[in-house]
């Protein structure tokens, strides 16, 4: 009898956001080494499967570095990273295409279809979805504090975003399941930092909310403790001020870029964690930070 009170008390505190929620896009960027763990990644295709099942209309955005450098490793070539991209030459791209478009694209769709919704696995390239332009990053000299321009190879960045194939799949009630390549105007292939693709698309669909799933519980603050709700001015001044750093820059701002472009709220929260994209939705406390307007 306990048990099924705490199920229905469950049930009736997330009703509000069930309502909240239902018909609402919300785009969710999949990655990191729980995409390696079975168990994981079949709880997240249960996850995803079960917010189409109550209203709501997901968009999976993945990643998959790990199986990447998998790959290159049974190739036997190895990666070169600057600013946290894989400088990525021809021969390396036709390998990550191959493996986000092909293997991991089709795992991931297919884990979700097991849980009994429709997800169809498609890339930035398909029906013109992501057009790319070659990515570039600068750097300073510490010494003479001249920067420079860092050639990244066949690095992207999405330049526009066409979400006629997206809103064709959401409105027939399939899940789209997205791999970060892009193809540019003179149809080169371009490998897209998945973080980046999902800001893109989460714009572009004017999403309700973003949710970035990481390997970290979300924001810490100068003093390392959680932060779990900041606007986009308090983000910026923790940039400026260098307590977010490292690795949480590129994803804090590709959140200000998503709510920018009109997404309602964007969350960095632990992939880990079960059920951290239903605990984020359904629940009072949410599972990570939101970043807000």
């Given at each position: ?131 790319a332009r070659k990515a570039t990053r600068t750097i300073k000299d510490p010494g003479s504090n001249i920067e420079r ?77 959680f932060i779990s709700e900041m606007t986009v001015a308090e983000a910026r001044a923790g940039i400026a001020a260098g ?51």
């Open positions: 009898m306990d048990d099924a009170i705490a199920q229905m008390q469950t049930l009736t505190g997330a009703l509000p956001y069930l309502k909240r929620y239902d018909d609402q896009i919300i785009v969710v960027k999949y990655g990191g080494h729980a995409m390696c763990e079975e168990e994981s990644a079949l709880r997240f295709g249960r996850d995803i499967a079960l917010l189409e099942q109550v209203g709501v209309s997901p968009v999976v955005v993945h990643g998959g570095g790990p199986q990447i450098n998998a790959m290159l490793s049974r190739l036997g070539v190895k990666s070169t990273f600057v600013q946290g991209l894989r400088v990525t030459d021809q021969q390396m791209v036709e390998v990550v295409e191959m493996v986000l478009a092909g293997t991991v694209n089709k795992q991931v769709a297919e884990a979700i279809t097991r849980a009994g919704a429709l997800a169809v696995g498609i890339s930035g390239k398909d029906g013109g979805l992501i057009r321009v860092l050639d990244l190879g066949l690095v992207g960045e999405p330049e526009s975003v066409d979400t006629r194939v997206l809103r064709l799949l959401i409105g027939a009630d399939i899940i789209p399941v997205i791999a970060p390549v892009g193809v540019g105007a003179d149809g080169q292939t371009y490998n897209i930092n998945a973080d980046t693709v999902a800001g893109a698309v989460a714009g572009a669909l004017l999403a309700e909310r973003m949710l970035m799933l990481t390997d970290v519980p979300g924001v810490m603050d100068a003093d390392k403790n307590w977010i750093a490292g690795g949480m820059i590129p994803k804090v701002e590709t959140c200000i870029y998503a709510v920018e472009q009109g997404v309602r709220g964007a969350v960095i929260l632990d992939g880990r964690v079960p059920h951290a994209v239903l605990r984020e939705l359904f629940t009072d406390r949410g599972a990570g930070t939101l970043i807000k307007p």
